[in-house]
DNA sequence: CTGAAAGCGCTTACAG
DNA sequence: CTGAAAGCGCTTACAG
């Protein structure tokens, strides 16, 4: 309440210079002071200089708090995501939040964990901090919730959702162009025992890409092993994998719908059971995360659209997108790489 | 301005609904519905009942930017990083940002890149947000720019920097030890020709871990081929490991100031020079990513204190620590795998 | 326990 | 171009 008083006698006051201040300093009202920090405002050059120079030696820095209370907009954009620690989606993090920093939005970030629910409490912590948009990321949100979103203004933006909530813009991979693609790639190479390993998290994305791949196989007449099971991690890439090769009818050829899982396969093939890659195996990803790269692992993997999800996401964050559908499915190109045979 | 004028005909406001009106929905006063929010505040369980109905048909939020514009405290907290997509940085904004929400705040991420001077934005972004406090956990500020926050009132926690600039709190990891563990690691197995893979960028800790290094080395009577060069990113290792393996006198062992490198350098030996790790050569890392884990590596690291700093950090943030010095050294503990032998 | 009032730091018509 | 004034949505002594 008093935080200034005694402003004088403070050798450093340890608190902000209002815009009052500042204007007090330069000489000018407190209008002037705030025309010289908005783009555009119809300010001589003088005054500017004046409040420029006030502003310098008291410190001063807009509030952006108070800023966004004001107009209808507070330039922050949620992300609501989990296992940000995971490859794919902490890149997706790393480059949306450099387009939107340079989109001149801030972002804040907003880790829903695992737990059901979270997603929800995140997004009332969107709500209570006024977000102009956010990004879900991970997770679905309840429809009552996402509606009040929507209600307060804040444009919603889901990723790799199926439900479409009206409202709201849905961004996604197509899954299941991949999915048949490594199918197909399987089966011209001549591998004969097909097998799919998927986490027991059953996102869309993920589903999506287990049934076409099955349904691929089906067309072209062959069964397919299906080990499910675990988090998406590679750990559950290791045991799907050494349990397949432990099997009586061990696979030729393992599409696995992450590749954190693939590379969890892959060693299990390599290490554990002394199996060739791509000669006796073959292994397809999903995501081309960095490691897929790696010298251990070469993957031949799809890439995640990363970059192009982030430009679009961000071009309806800043309201490059009006009237024009903004849903949008993106292509997950191949990148092949040595991990299945072109030929056997 | 007029946002909600005409209120009663639309059919569904875009827009908030503010305190004031859920007082008049629920005939009570706007300080009322106040203190129905405020924990700890005086109201009656009757108030508070007839608030809280009318606040969850109005579909109310708190609009905490206002709120943090009367208290003093906004609730955010900056973290200011580079290299998000890096596995070290992402698994502790995972855990950062998970103990900070549990400690009822809300996390601001400001992408510092790798260009200097970003950090400096960054922290500016941070005092127009008026946040609490802010971590920066890559890169360093100009001591005139952290002077500001600081006498702004923010919690200002770097992470790893050497400068100890007054008011600031500073954490950091003992690479020392951890350095002269490797070191004395790879002399006491038999290992004999030592050799180090750094990143071209000096921050503190990588000029920490391999001076020390060095130092052990040379004590006990041994030369170190350096390999300098590069982001610290597995590229780098990969080239570092192939220069050295090429070279006259191959080193039979490397210290990789990260594991990144790490994962470099152990491809380079076993794919390109087909090498076994650990017979013909001795690998070591730091951080304890998630892949120094995977069979393909196996690494023997040390670990990063990921929990001990994400805790300690929330402690400082939410006021847990006064008065006693908060700066600290925490362990990075040895992790034992495979990439290096017991004895040769 | 409760309401009226002042105030947080800003922006933006409005009138000059 | 400029200043006085109203208002954004909240909290918090103050007095009852």
Request: glycine share 8%; proline share 4%; with cysteine.
């Amino acid at each position: 309440m008093t935080k200034n008083k005694g402003y004088e006698e403070a050798v450093r006051p340890v608190a902000f210079a209002s815009a009052q201040e500042v204007a007090r300093l330069a000489g000018v009202s407190r209008s002037a002071v705030s025309r010289a920090f908005t783009p555009g405002a119809s300010i001589s050059p003088d005054t500017r200089a004046k409040v420029e120079a006030a502003a310098a030696e008291l410190g001063y820095h807009v509030n952006h708090l108070a800023r966004g209370l004001m107009r209808q907009q507070t330039g922050i954009v949620c992300l609501v995501v989990a296992d940000i620690h995971t490859p794919y989606l902490s890149s997706l993090i790393e480059t949306l939040s450099r387009v939107l920093q340079e989109a001149g939005k801030v972002v804040m970030v907003l880790n829903a964990g695992r737990a059901s629910g979270r997603v929800d409490e995140a997004l009332r912590q969107t709500l209570n901090y006024r977000a102009d948009a956010t990004l879900v990321l991970s997770g679905t949100p309840y429809r009552s919730i996402a509606q009040s979103c929507l209600d307060s203004g804040q444009r919603l933006i889901l990723l790799n959702r199926d439900d479409h909530l009206p409202g709201t813009v849905n961004l996604s991979v197509d899954n299941a162009r991949a999915a048949r693609t490594a199918a197909n790639l399987f089966l011209r190479a001549g591998y004969r025992r097909l097998a799919l390993v998927t986490s027991g998290i059953g996102t869309p994305s993920l589903t999506a890409r287990r049934d076409c791949f099955l349904a691929t196989a089906r067309e072209a007449g062959r069964q397919v092993a299906v080990w499910e099971g675990g988090a998406t991690a590679y750990e559950s890439g290791l045991q799907g994998g050494t349990e397949l090769f432990a099997s009586d009818d061990p696979p030729d050829a393992v599409f696995a719908v992450t590749d954190l899982l693939a590379c969890g396969v892959l060693d299990a093939a390599r290490h554990r059971f002394g199996r060739s890659v791509p000669g006796e195996v073959g292994v397809i990803g999903f995501d081309d995360i960095e490691q897929a790269g790696w010298a251990s692992y070469d993957l031949t993997t799809f890439a995640q659209p990363v970059s192009d999800i982030s430009q679009w996401m961000v071009r309806i964050v800043a309201g490059g997108i009006v009237d024009e559908p903004a849903d949008r499915v993106f292509e997950a190109p191949l990148v092949w790489r040595s991990s299945v045979a072109r030929q056997l």
